[in-house]
């Protein structure tokens, strides 16, 4: 699965701040009161479109090649990335509870030794999953 993205985008200085365009994902847009606070929007403005794209089982688009942009007065078109696992760990922790099962004998052993399953558990699929 891939986690990494990088889309351009289109921002256009506006009386305050500057409104940000990604072209290649429909509806994604956002503003911002200054350059900086504009790229943390737009990032953010990706992270909820990716990860809504991915709980749909879509895949994300292929990004267009930056130099076919051309905005309009001040705009400027500038690359921005998206690391979708960091985002996730980030905003995404909402605690989900799982039934599985495992022998008797080592569920025993396991409590015994006052062994915290969901901390295991997550340890185990993080080294599973190499995040």
Not at 5 to 25: K, M, N, Q, R
Not at 48 to 64: R, T
Not at 89 to 118: C, M, Y
């Amino acid at each position: 699965m891939k986690t990494k993205f990088i889309y351009p985008a289109i921002f256009e200085e506006e009386e305050v701040g500057y409104s940000v365009i990604i072209p290649d994902l429909p509806g994604c847009y956002t503003q911002g009161d200054s350059l900086e606070e504009a790229f943390d929007m737009a990032k953010d403005a990706m992270g909820i479109y990716l990860s809504q794209l991915d709980s749909d089982g879509k895949e994300a688009p292929a990004p267009s090649n930056p130099a076919g942009l051309h905005p309009e007065g001040k705009g400027f078109v500038a690359m921005v990335d998206m690391d979708m696992l960091a985002y996730r760990q980030k905003h995404d922790n909402k605690a989900v509870k799982k039934t599985l099962s495992i022998p008797q004998w080592l569920n025993t052993l396991a409590e015994r030794e006052g062994i915290n399953f969901s901390n295991v558990l997550q340890k185990a699929l993080r080294e599973r999953l190499h995040v």
